[in-house]
């Protein structure tokens, strides 16, 4: 068996957990359809992710401003 990656595209997300959607050609041409809920599965984040929840923590914090934006490379 050949494996691959694939992108996932988070549809739901909460504290602890989250959902992806699939869409039918990547379930029938990857070896997600032979996982089973509880299987391990390797998933590396984007560094965007990284810079995402840091900006959002930053939000939370001081709200977005100009100077914020400026601040953040916009």
């Known amino acids: 068996m050949h494996l691959i990656g694939i992108s996932l595209t988070v549809a739901e997300s909460s504290k ?3 959902k992806v ?10 070896n997600l359809k032979y996982k089973e809920k509880g299987d391990t599965i390797n998933i590396e984040c ?11 923590n ?4 001081k709200g977005i ?3 914020f934006l400026i601040e953040n490379g916009f």
């Open 21 to 30: 959607s699939i869409i039918p050609h990547t379930q029938e041409n990857t």
């Open 46 to 56: 984007d560094i965007i992710g990284k810079y995402v929840e840091k900006l959002l």
């Open 58 to 61: 930053k939000q939370e914090e």
């Open 65 to 67: 401003t100009k100077e």
């Open 16 to 18: 602890d957990t989250f």
